[in-house]
């Protein structure tokens, strides 16, 4: 099925491909080859799909979006703004409050996560060293016929919706939200995009382990640095977390 979506407010193209390895590979491929800033590739199903430090990431065919992003833009909260606009698209799909977005950019339904983030930077070749990132956002939109495999904690946004929903509707709803925060850090800074991820990141405020290297570090969440980083209260005393995983105490990701 091919999406009716093809273009992002006539300003990129939506490559769509009923099967790919990872749509980032490809996103990236046409990054080197100079595609436009927000040139997005999207496909029905991948079959190496990925998520950060090569963890696998499941599309469920037909039923996910799994779909990758050129961004030629630099912004230190890059992570933060994707989840940002994932977070208000999907807002318009789901009961209010249903979602939360867990630090760095998770979308989160109690303790189940519904969608996932993998930003990779690359380079077009050593004689043209202008980075452009590659944002690759994999959503459980309707249940698949099979049931959710159970080493994921997973849920999809049919089960909190309590309907089908149209992926091309929640796809064009992204990308417009995508665009607009990336014009908006660009023109009045980071702040309304900082303050809107505050406001809807259960991280804040909790108990956290942070795996991030061979020990882990316990500690309090208690804010955002300006560059978008998780500042953690620990016995030892403030940690700044930048990179890996962090895991609310007493539940299991
Ligand atoms: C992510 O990594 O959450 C990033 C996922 C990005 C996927 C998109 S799809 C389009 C583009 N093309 C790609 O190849 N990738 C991107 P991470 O935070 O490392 O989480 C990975 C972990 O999430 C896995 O180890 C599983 O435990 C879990 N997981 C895998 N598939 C899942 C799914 N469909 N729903 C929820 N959790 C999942």
């Not at 189940?112 to 959503?139: C, H, M, W």
Request: charged letters at 20%; glycine letters at 6%; a negative charge.
């Amino acid at each position: 099925m091919a999406f009716v979506v093809s273009k992002i407010q006539n300003k990129a193209d939506i490559i769509y491909l009923p099967e790919t390895t990872s749509t980032n590979d490809v996103a990236a491929k046409l990054g080197k080859e100079s595609a436009p800033h927000l040139t997005t590739v999207i496909a029905d199903k991948q079959t190496a799909g990925r998520g950060r430090l090569g963890r696998l990431w499941y599309t469920f065919p037909e039923c996910a979006l799994a779909f990758s992003i050129i961004i030629r833009q630099e912004t230190t909260i890059l992570p933060l703004l994707v989840s940002v606009a994932i977070h208000k698209a999907l807002a318009a799909f789901t009961p209010t409050g249903s979602l939360a977005i867990k630090w760095p950019n998770d979308i989160i339904a109690g303790t189940k996560k519904v969608a996932g983030v993998l930003i990779e930077s690359y380079i077009a070749n050593p004689q043209n060293t202008k980075r452009f990132y590659i944002v690759g956002i994999g959503i459980n939109v309707n249940q698949p016929s099979e049931p959710l495999p159970p080493e994921i904690n997973a849920t999809t946004l049919e089960t909190i919706a309590s309907k089908k929903l149209e992926r091309e509707a929640i796809l064009q709803e992204i990308l417009i939200e995508l665009d607009k925060n990336l014009d908006h850090c660009l023109q009045k800074g980071d702040g309304a995009v900082l303050d809107y991820y505050q406001a809807h990141c259960m991280t804040l405020g909790c108990n956290v382990t942070w795996l991030d290297g061979e020990k882990p570090i316990v500690g309090k969440a208690i804010s955002l640095t300006e560059e978008g980083n998780l500042l953690l209260e620990t016995d030892q005393g403030l940690v700044t977390c930048s990179t890996g995983d962090i895991i609310p105490q007493q539940e299991v990701y």
